[in-house]
Each structure stands twice: as C-alpha cells, then as structure tokens.
C-alpha cells in the first residue's frame, strides 16, 4: 500500500479515536446530570434539617461548586477513556465494516457500549457495596428495588470477572489476528518473557528483614467491637490470636465515645483529666503529646502511625504524636464533599477502591463504605515504609464494625434471612429518635449484619497476621486487640449504639487480648476487673519502658503471669453526648435536656471549619452526663435529671444482664459506692458541687 494512504488511513483512525473520546466524555457527563438530579437533603449523625441545609447552600455555596466541577471533571475523564477504548475494540471486531459503517451506526453502538460499561460497573460495586447504592435503589419502590435485590441475591463476583476476561480475550485475538506473522513473533516474546520474569520476581523477592532491637507494637482495633461477639464462630483468627497470649474478659472503658475514649487509651488518663468529653472538641483541647504513648515511645526509637476510616477521624483532629496519620479529616468541607460525592452513585463504582481513595481522600470518611481489605492493604504499605526504621508502633482501627455495620460482600449476607424486605437489608443507619420496639425480623437483621461485619474485620485480621508472617515480623511483634467500645443491639429495650446510657456490658465491656511472641502467658483468659487506662502501661512494661508519671493506669501483667488475681480497684465511666432530644427512649426520659446535634453544633471558622459544641452548652453538657462505678459485685449509675439526682444500682453477679434496679432496697451499699464515685468525680479540677450536681467551673 501507499505509504501515504497508510499514513492518512492512521491520522484518521487516531483523530476518529479521540472523537469517540470526546462522545464518551458527553454521555458520562449526561450520567452526572443524571445522578444530581436525584439529589437528597444534607444530613449529620442522621439528623437533617430544610433550615440547615439552606444556610450550607447560603454560606459554602462556592465550595459546593467546586466539588461538583472536581467530580464533572472525573466523569468526562472517564467517558473520554471508555469512548476510546471501546473504538479500539469495535475496530478490532469488525474491521473494514466498523469504517464504512454510517456514523449514525456507529453513535448508537458507542451509546450501547458506554451505557452497558456504565452498568456493568454499577451491578459489579452494588453487589460488593450494596450500602452505598441502597439510598438510589433498595430505598426507592419498583425496578429499583427489585434490580438491587435480585443483584444482591443472585449475582457472583466471578460472573463480572467472566464477562470482562471474555471481552478482553475477544479484543486480543482479533487485534492479534490482524498485526503481521513478525508483530505476532515479537509480541508473544515479549509476552512470555514478562510471564518468566515476573515468576524469577516472586521467587527471589526479599522479605522485609527488621532490625532485632524491637519488638514492634501493633494495635489491631475496631470501633464497636461487643466483646461477646469475638467467639469460634464469628472471629475464629483472634480467638487464635487469643489462645497465643492472655483475653481480659472484663475490660471497661470509661467513655464509649471514639475520640476521648481514644485519648484515655494512648494517655492512660480518665476524660475529667485530658479533659475531652464529647466528639467536638473546641481547638484548645485538641493537643495531647505530653506523657502520651505515642511520644514515649518515640523518645525511646520507635516510628509510630495509625491508618483507620471514618470512625477513625478523630486521629486527624487531636495531636497524639503519631509520626504517620493515615484517617481522614473531618470539618465541615469535608461533610460537604462527602455529600456531594454519595449523589454520583453513578461515579462512585469507578471510586470505591485506593486510587479513589487517593483522588478523593473524603471516601475513607464514608460511613457506608467501610471496606477492612482495603483498611488493611494500607497498613501493608506503612509497615513496608518501615523498613530501615529500628521499630514501630502502629494502630490500624477499623470501623466496619460501627453502624451501619456495612460490612461488603459477602459479609451482609453471611448471617441475615435471604428473604428479609425490610428497611435493614443491607446496612442499619442512625436514625435518631428511633424506636426500640422493633419486630423480631429487623432486629435478627440487624443482629445478623453485625455479626457479618465482625466477621470482615476477622478476615481482616487473618490478612493482617499473614502478611506479618510472610515478612518475618510475627516473632517480633506484640499484637493488642481492642475496641474504644462495645454496641447495643436492641437487647432489654436499651436501644440500638453506645454512649447513650450505662446500663448492660455490651458497651463498656470491651474485647482486650495482649499477644506477644517473647512470652507465653499461662493465664489465657482473666476474669479480673481492668480499665482502659491500664492498656498503656500495658504496652510500656512489655516492652520494657517505664511509664511517665502523668499515666493513671497500672500494667496488667501480673494478671496475665497469674502472680496476682485482682487489681483491687473498681472500673468508672460516663455517658458521651446526646445526638437527638427526641425519642420515647428511657434515657430520653432520664436526663437534663438540650438541643439536638444541629442545635448543639457551631462551625468553628478560625480552626478549620471544624465542628464544635457552641460554647453555651458546654458546661450543660458536662452536668448531665450519667456516671457509673463498678465493683466486682454491683454496679451503681449516678443520673442527674432536672427533678433531682437518680441512682441504679444492679447485682451484677446474681443479675449479669441488669435487669432489676435495687437501689431502694440497698441503702448502706449505695451510700458506700456512691461515696467512691463522687470522689473519683471530685478529681476533676474544673468543676465543683452543687446541690448534687456536678457544675464545670465557668
């Protein structure tokens, strides 16, 4: 042929390709429009309100602008990459009759092609992410609805892999039948040397040798990890993990709530100390360096990091002197863009993996979308950024097991009804004001997607275990299993979340199991009363590394060796804060009031646009927390109301599910335990008595 047919014919074909491109890149933008247009209200810890919305739409409209054009522009990127992809395929295909075909042909079978493209990659992500999609589809009534459901129900990840193996070997066999018999020679050379090369690869890959000085410290946590669901059959990796090392039965923490309870863990401090009391901080209390774990153990050689998702945001609001943050950032903005991003359920199925995560950082913020495979594939590269460091010390928190319990495939299906048509098919969102009294169906559904996500936080842990084998770092690091609380799950009429009331053990008794390879324990499971803030003098004795003298706790080794049974000292806590003043909930009925989550909150525009708790109620706050002691026989609750001051007590030992309140026939028992709780409250500095109330300073 002539060599300038041949170089016309190419011009053509590549400015045809690029064409395609640009049609791609118009239908995908017409999918955005799609997607907005299903646009729903603003909402916060499930609290929505018009007038809120419209003040977001009033004051941060131009950030709202931006993120929809950020998004517009990953839309049009992808078409634009579909559209030339598929060109090159039909080309393949068809050959000479895809060039003389009418271009009114080919823009319907470009339509056809980027519509299936589009819906191959939603089916693929609902059936792996149902949560994320259940607001556009499971929610709404008629196809919606029934695509999802029969998605969910009877679809298999292989049938995707099939369908894109399938199209994928289809296009390499025609394109190979049309490149001349040399092209062919070349290709399968170079083919079968990247096959030979990649085999060599993998078979004298160096495994990650560290330094012996260590050991290495790692704390394998999940937000609202019940210590009663970590059993043979839900989490069989850690109770293997467990017969490894010692399992504290009766850990309490002192507030169910992620951020200060969190503090008190690296700070061996109770939350009247380091003085964080709910989940927003104003600036002056986010500091929290001096004495802490994070910064004993850096003085001593140790790199130290934390990865988590939603839950775990908290790390990058307080300063705890990790060397590697890895969660994301809460603010407003970050709400914002988190909002705008869950209404392109059309994007999100390109999204939902770690590039995404790294061209939209807000993802790991998604509640509905907490995936510990790609939690713990991050922790796989921090560990492997150590190499050359002396030791580390690392925290990976999950929060897979927080509500919605929106674990992926196919972890929601592993225990809940297939049948099941409720409002919980695949994920249980907050829902303030809620009632308690749900039917027994939605309540095992409920139950049964907890059980799911504790189950992929179990495989998580497996994955995480393998791979320190794998790289010779087993022998030479201490594992610590724990949750910076329990969940309630609708038992005895107490509701469903955690840091709303004291009653029961599901949500301050939580999991705690200490594994190290440099010592076999011969106490396997303790039964002995121990506190949060006895984890980090924990860790510092193992390691071994005296404690500053800031820290409350004390090391509960001697429980594990058995050369003691008791710590002689009982367990305190307190309630978080209140999301909703709504509800017919008892604690509803138990407590001083104050405004919802809206009301409460305030944004904090000289610190971020970081949500606080406006500074009018934060005293109020403070006053009506309920308070609790525990010994190894009662349990006395402390609850201040606007009518006067109440007590609980229970019998735990002769009543563990504390179901009868014997405060009125137990006066000499409840005198004494109060006596020690107002003392451990009168610890705290900044605020005083009166008239049995508790009052913060001005």
Known sequence: MNPIVIKLTKVVKEKSALLWGWIGALIYIGFFVLALADQQLFSYMGVSSGSAVDLIRKLFWQDILLRQVKILAAYAALGFVFGVGWYYFWSALLGIWFWRMRVRGKILIMTVSLVLTELYFLLASMLKYPQVYSEYFYDRSGWRQALQEYVTSHAHPIYFQLIAGILLLIFLVFLFKRWSGLVRILVLFLAGSAVVFWGLLSLTKKTYQPKPSGPNVIILSADSLRNDHVTKELAPKLMTLALKGTRFQQCYVSLPRTFPQWITYLESRYPSEHRVRNMFPDKGLRKHTQGSLCTVLKNNGYTTAVVSDFAGDVFSRFQAGFDVVKAPYFNFNALIEQRCLEMHYLLLPYLLNQTGRELFPVLKEMANNADPLLLEQEAEKIIDGFKGRQKFFLVLFSSVTHFPYAAPYPYYNLFTEPGYQGRYKYHKPNIPGESFDLPATDLAQIRGLYKGAVSSLDDMAGRLLAYLK?????????????????????????????????????????????????????????????????????????????????????????????????????????????????????????????????????????????????????????????????????????????????????????????????????????????????????????????????????
Do not use: C
Not at 539 to 565: F, K, N, W
Not at 570 to 592: C, H, M, S
Not at 595 to 616: C, M, R
Not at 620 to 638: P, W
């Open 470 to 698: 794998k790289n010779k770092l087993d022998q030479n690091t201490i594992i610590i299993v724990l949750s910076d609380h329990g969940e309630q799950l609708y038992e005895h009429g107490w509701g469903q979340g955690h840091g709303e009331h004291l009653r029961g053990q599901a949500v301050l008794n939580v999991p705690l199991i200490i594994a190290t390879p440099r010592e076999i324990f011969p106490i396997k499971e303790q039964g002995a009363l121990v506190r949060d803030i006895d984890v980090a003098p924990t860790i510092l004795d193992l390691l071994p590394i005296a404690p500053p003298s800031t820290m409350e706790g004390v090391s509960l080794l001697p429980l594990a060796r058995g050369t003691t049974s008791s710590l002689n000292v009982p367990v305190f806590a307190e309630t978080g804060l209140w999301f909703t003043d709504k509800g017919d909930n008892f604690y509803q009925q138990q407590r001083i009031m104050y405004p919802d989550i809206i009301g409460l909150g305030a944004i904090d525009s000289t610190y971020n646009n970081e949500v606080v708790i406006k500074p009018e109620y934060r005293a109020l706050t403070t006053i009506a927390k309920h308070r609790m002691i525990r010994n190894d026989r009662y349990k006395l609750i402390y609850i201040p109301t606007r009518q006067g001051i109440q007590f609980e007590l229970y019998d735990v030992q002769n009543d563990p599910q504390e179901l009868n309140n014997i405060a009125g026939h137990n006066p000499k028992v409840v005198a004494a335990m109060k006596d020690q709780l107002f003392q451990w409250m009168s610890k705290d500095k900044n605020s005083f008595w009166r008239n049995g109330y508790f009052v913060p300073y001005p």
